[in-house]
DNA sequence: TATTGTATTTCGCAT
DNA sequence: ATGCGAAGTACAATA
């Protein structure tokens, strides 16, 4: 347990504007205090005096936090536009240019709390399981949780108005188009499977048969799809996907394959 | 400037288990330092050891950053569950449970940098101009822009598929229906659009023309709306949009009346 | 509370 | 580079 890692700043505009000017682009910087900010490009915003934190990561990427919420206030993206720090009438200034959108950035600080930096290193891969991706994949090798006697035909089949989830046939050796949804079915999804089915009606003049799985419909989805022909399927992912009791690190492999 | 708002506090696990403890929901908390992160909920993510930032809000929102990029890590949404901070084993641990969605979220530390604590209030309101309301309220009120001779029937017109941006006649009396998209059409874009029209046709067997209008149209969705009718018009919002060249606070009604 | 739609969406992946 | 769809999307407005 040490600091060695970190450099706590003074917090007068000046000498922060020349400390942070040096460690831009090569630490992690952290300041505190109270800030206007402004942002004129693909919108305007302008956000008054408040108590915020700033941080500036070596990728130029900028994240103002106030005391609420998860989304930042203000935000750039990395590498959008070089951060520069000065003072001017002890305000301590942080300012970017976008050159690709036009955009600028200005936040002002007419007080600093705290200021610091330091090295950060992070070789970590974030390791995800459960995103619709595995869902559709795991669907697809236990297709009777959809219906009795379903085969599968393909994964990710391509159609030109976009990819098919899953692509099957049923009992009957009807084609069964599936659209899967993590999150509640919305109305744009119902027509994406539309769109899909009229593919097939339009493309091979062949009737196949198209379903909506998803956690929840809501009354409006419920009825558009009823009145085309189109299936909804409730589906409580939580429910159905296997849950690992303890993360093993596991790979998409033994997500996939473990019974 | 001073640091009056500031605690800095040691860092090692037990005192910091303590410290974290009593300030939660009180004050803005920040911890720098080596972690891990798990979360087990929606979705399972596991990631390993690396330098990171932590903040945890009053509200209970919990934002991890990593040295790169504008996303979180790992994240809580405000009043999603409580927070807790532990020692286990010279480690600290944040942790919590949401009973809501029965998701866990653990942070564990073996290394703590910087750690402090803050009071911030922010009572500013973020002010936001040319969002896409804006933009279809104001060509709404210039509509000239769009084509000679239209006339507005209705603003945010309600149809059972949803919301029409801008509804109103042409020179020869023809019904237009205008959707209007501040970032590239989609084909989706291009499907509602359809079913707006759709709507008129089945409902009031009435022939309406149908507009997307958006600063930009992929190839794909070009032909979905030529092949049926649709019209699609590029619009450069950034170039068509007033732009206040001081941004003076101004309210929707300076911002829609002002010429 | 549930639904709906926007977002400076961001992000990754495929073409 | 551009296009496309998912996201632990978040968030506000609305019914």
Redesign the pocket.
């Known amino acids: 347990m040490d600091r060695s890692k970190v450099m706590i700043l003074p917090t007068s505009a000046m000498e922060l504007a020349s400390d942070l000017s040096a460690r831009v682009t090569k630490q992690m910087l952290v300041v505190a205090g109270n800030c206007t900010a402004e942002?004129d490009?693909?919108?305007k915003?302008h956000l008054d005096w408040g108590d915020r934190i700033l941080i500036v990561k070596p990728d130029e990427s900028i994240i103002l936090h106030g005391p609420a919420?998860?989304?930042p206030l203000?935000?750039?993206?990395?590498g959008e536009g070089r951060v520069n720090f000065l003072e001017e009438n002890e305000i301590l200034i942080l300012r970017t240019y976008r050159p690709r959108t036009a955009?600028h950035?200005e936040i002002r600080f007419r007080e600093v709390f705290n200021a610091w930096t330091y090295d950060a290193t992070d070789l970590a891969q974030m390791k995800?399981s459960g995103?619709?991706?595995h869902f559709s994949q795991y669907l697809s090798r236990h297709l009777d949780l959809v219906e009795p006697g379903l085969d599968l035909m393909f994964l990710e089949f391509i159609t030109p108005?976009?990819?098919i989830d899953i692509l099957c046939r049923d009992q009957e050796g009807k084609h069964l188009v599936i659209e899967l949804k993590?999150?509640?079915a919305?109305?744009s999804d119902a027509h994406q499977l539309e769109r899909y089915r009229d593919f097939f009606l339009n493309k091979e003049s062949r009737i196949v048969r198209a379903m909506l799985i998803a956690p929840?419909f809501?009354?409006?989805?419920k009825q558009y799809l009823s009145k085309r022909g189109l299936e909804a399927k409730e589906f409580s992912w939580q429910d159905v996907f296997p849950t690992l009791p303890e993360f093993q690190h596991p790979t998409l492999d033994d997500f996939l394959y473990k019974d």
């Not at 809501?218 to 989805?221: A, G």
Request: charged residues 20%; glycine residues 10%; proline residues 3%.
């Open positions: 942002f490009g693909r919108i915003s919420g998860i989304k203000n935000w750039q993206l990395p955009e950035f995800i995103d619709e991706s108005h976009g990819y993590k999150q509640n919305t109305l929840s809501s009354m409006r989805v």
